[in-house]
């Protein structure tokens, strides 16, 4: 699992470009980090401050340019605005293992985009990062990201007991993977 941290892999689908989030973003990532629903399943509060996405992206150059992961801003190709973000994080290369997250605003939701833009960004970490196993972990109430993940092949392994402390309380999250070896990148 290995890339070079000073080429950002830009990956572009039918519809969308997935590339690097840059600070002129901010506004863009503030809007949807900022909408209580969008982040009602995100384990954190929504955004209050412009600021808050700034140092957002800051965190996101940070996981690239020390080789923990990559975190591409979802865009439609006629339209250069961030709508939401996909990212392996928590890279473990001995181990050849990642996690996977995914965002988007609610104005998106509904129309295959995240699901194209996850395609593309586990196409990527299968075929270029030689990762053999991407853990997604959803909360149970999730169900739309559990569904969409079991439809790019992800199995359901188990519950994580009290894996995350957020807002005072302790939450169970669903552990989903992917083997490389599961992966039909022709679908």
């Not at 939401?84 to 001995?94: Q, R, T």
């Not at 996850?118 to 569904?147: H, M, T």
Request: net charge negative; glycine share 6%.
């Amino acid at each position: 699992m290995n890339y070079q941290s000073d080429i950002f892999p830009v990956l572009e689908t039918n519809r969308l470009l997935l590339r690097r989030i840059e600070k002129d973003d901010a506004h863009d990532i503030f809007t949807y980090l900022s909408d209580i629903e969008v982040m009602k399943h995100y384990g954190t509060k929504p955004f209050q401050t412009v600021d808050e996405a700034i140092k957002a992206i800051s965190k996101y150059e940070s996981l690239f340019n020390e080789n923990r992961g990559v975190r591409w801003g979802i865009t439609i190709k006629e339209d250069n605005k961030v709508i939401g973000s996909c990212a392996f994080h928590n890279m473990v290369s001995e181990h050849f293992r990642t996690d996977i997250s995914f965002v988007l605003s609610k104005d998106f939701w509904g129309r295959g985009i995240a699901q194209e833009a996850l395609k593309a960004v586990i196409k990527y970490g299968f075929e270029y990062l030689n990762i053999n196993r991407i853990e997604a972990v959803i909360e149970p109430s999730n169900v739309p990201s559990q569904k969409l993940v079991e439809r790019l092949g992800f199995s359901k392994e188990g519950v994580l007991r009290s894996y995350e402390y957020f807002d005072g309380k302790f939450d169970d999250l669903y552990m989903f993977s992917l083997l490389k070896s599961d992966f039909d990148s022709d679908e």
